[in-house]
């Protein structure tokens, strides 16, 4: 505990007044709400740690930010705590239904039925974020799930004043919400798109995770609840049982590590390729110098490692406890080094010449990340999801849980594109009970000085977004410049470099072109970074919410 008076900052919404502070403790918390920010700071003021933050920040998200993540869906959390140096990942992720099978989004000529794995029941896979919730607080908090859940239990049954991102992405869905009758009377207001900073009352959701908070994780895979979710979902089209929901699990697992130039990197493992594909493209980059090397031959070698560690992700990545993927062989130095003979420094080396193109366009704009660490070095860095901004549009009658459209991150088809533009193939192929690969990547950063701890939604992109952040972290700059970069991208597939307006000059477009890279712009700029750091030496915490987003970023001490 510190001696330094307390921080307190007053948030005002309409309705919602929120007192932030850290009662003498140190602690940064960034967030993609504000509220959910606040959220953190209050289970921290009752007496909770770090992990009973992350609690309460993830429900929060599910409560004010529900375009993004929510009890309907999963994500996966990654835990540091100091005393005795544990680090695990908590795997939330979603899975398939038993009754999924490999055919279920293609038609009779076995063609992929448009939007079938995106909108509606069939989307849904069986959510994680419950049994995540519970297992957090349960094993790593200190206080209890029913503390910890008062704050999204307040802003639900309270209200909230929804903002212009939020009615964006409500715009994006609206067509599918209206398809069903109970998500269209929480969301929209006499059928149409509310107002700007109308207040937005989840009843039923403060009845479900209050459920959860008296009850745990029975309070959502069985009993009453569970009852309502697998009538609603099979009412609509859908294949969950009750013992799908009964038998969900989550899962810990070691996470992936690295080392970038002295850099510790920690980040998420499979079923999430997030951290194999960003240590891989590491790896790749680790045999520059990229202080030394001219911004265009840096972005061209950026570029063609991102190529390559995200080919390596189509062929290789999917859920472990199906299939074997050959992690160790992947994140080797040798195995970086062959990759790296590959690259010319003058010239694009087309994706074709490792497989067939394909023309498509991913967008990201959903999901959500927040990032807490305390002034001992104990972390959290959560990426939830319930992928599409509100995931499939379905909400079961009674639950006010909209969920996942999770399902379309399988390969419903091999060499068939999901909604992210990747093309993938039996790795990640739709089996019952199995986990659909993410590119979700909670990641920690760690030199001699400084900790980092990071994230953002960004569906393909959440890797090179977070590889962009991780070679800044490497140039010696701090979350605040890691969140403003501007952002370019490649996935393999399609074979293009995507990037916000300001990425790239006129001059590095003209060479980047001249060198055989296809260009294009993206229509707005991606992405929800949300950062903090812990300066070892000086004690000092710093806290940055990308401006692309409405988060918000507290350091209290
Ligand atoms: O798990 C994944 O990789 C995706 N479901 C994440 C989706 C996402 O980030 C959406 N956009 N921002």
Not at 337 to 359: V, W
Request: glycine share 10%; proline share 4%; net charge neutral.
């Amino acid at each position: 505990m510190s001696n330094i008076p307390s921080l307190v900052i007053m948030l005002m919404t309409v309705f919602v007044s929120v007192q932030v502070s850290a009662k003498g403790q140190k602690v940064a918390i960034a967030s993609a709400h504000p509220l959910a920010t606040a959220a953190g700071f209050e289970v921290l003021n009752k007496g909770g740690n770090v992990f009973d933050a992350a609690v309460a920040v993830t429900a929060a998200l599910a409560v004010v930010e529900p375009s993004g993540s929510g009890l309907g869906g999963g994500g996966y959390w990654l835990l540091h705590r100091e005393k005795d140096s544990f680090e695990t990942l908590i795997d939330g992720r979603e899975k398939a239904p038993m009754a999924a099978h490999k055919n279920m989004y293609l038609d009779k000529e076995g063609k992929v039925v448009e939007n079938l794995s995106l909108d509606g029941a069939l989307s849904a896979a069986i959510p994680g974020m419950p049994a995540g919730l519970v297992h957090l607080s349960e094993k790593y908090g200190k206080l209890t799930l029913s503390e910890s859940l008062a704050p999204a239990i307040r802003y639900a049954q309270t209200g909230f004043a929804v903002g212009e991102r939020y009615l964006k992405l409500l715009k994006l869905r609206e067509a599918v919400i209206k398809k069903f009758p109970t998500s269209a009377s929480i969301f929209l207001q006499d059928g149409s798109l509310p107002k700007p900073y109308s207040i937005l009352r989840q009843p039923d959701l403060a009845r479900t995770l209050t459920r959860i908070a008296d009850s745990g994780r029975d309070g959502f895979y069985s009993g009453c609840l569970a009852d309502k979710l697998v009538e609603g979902v099979k009412n609509a089209g859908g294949i969950w049982t009750k013992e799908d929901l009964k038998s969900y699990q989550v899962i810990e697992r070691k996470p992936v590590t690295g080392i970038y130039k002295g850099i510790r990197i920690t980040s998420a493992a499979p079923s999430s390729s997030g951290g194999v594909v960003l240590i891989e493209a590491l790896n790749i980059l680790s045999g520059y110098d990229l202080k030394k090397t001219d911004e265009l031959t840096r972005k061209h070698l950026v570029t063609e490692a991102m190529r390559r560690a995200y080919h390596d992700r189509s062929l290789y990545l999917g859920d472990e406890d199906f299939i074997n993927i050959p992690v160790k062989r992947l994140l080797s130095d040798d195995y970086a080094a062959g990759l790296r003979s590959t690259i010319r420094l003058d010239k694009a080396l087309p994706s074709t010449q490792f497989s067939g193109e394909i023309e498509q366009q991913a967008e990201g704009i959903n999901t959500t990340h927040f990032s807490i660490i305390d002034d001992e070095g104990n972390r959290v860095a959560a990426t939830l999801s319930i992928n599409f901004p509100f995931g499939s549009g379905f909400v079961a009658a009674g639950t006010g849980v909209v969920l996942n459209d999770e399902m379309d991150d399988f390969d419903s088809l091999p060499g068939a594109m999901n909604g992210y533009g990747f093309v993938g193939g039996i790795a990640n192929s739709i089996e019952p009970g199995k986990r659909m690969l993410s590119s979700m990547a909670p990641t920690f950063l760690e030199n001699d000085t400084d900790v980092a701890v990071l994230g953002t939604p960004g569906g393909s992109r959440i890797i090179s977004m977070v590889l962009l952040a991780a070679l800044d972290f490497a140039k010696g700059n701090g979350p605040d410049s890691w969140v403003k970069l501007p952002r370019f991208h490649h996935q393999f597939m399609p074979d293009l470099i995507e990037y916000e307006s300001g990425a790239l000059s006129d001059y590095e477009i003209a060479s980047l072109k001249a060198m055989g890279h296809q260009l294009k712009q993206t229509p707005y700029p991606y992405g929800d970074m949300q950062a903090v750091l812990f300066n070892k030496k000086t004690k000092t915490l710093l806290a940055a919410s990308d401006n692309r987003g409405e988060g918000r970023a507290f350091v209290a001490e």
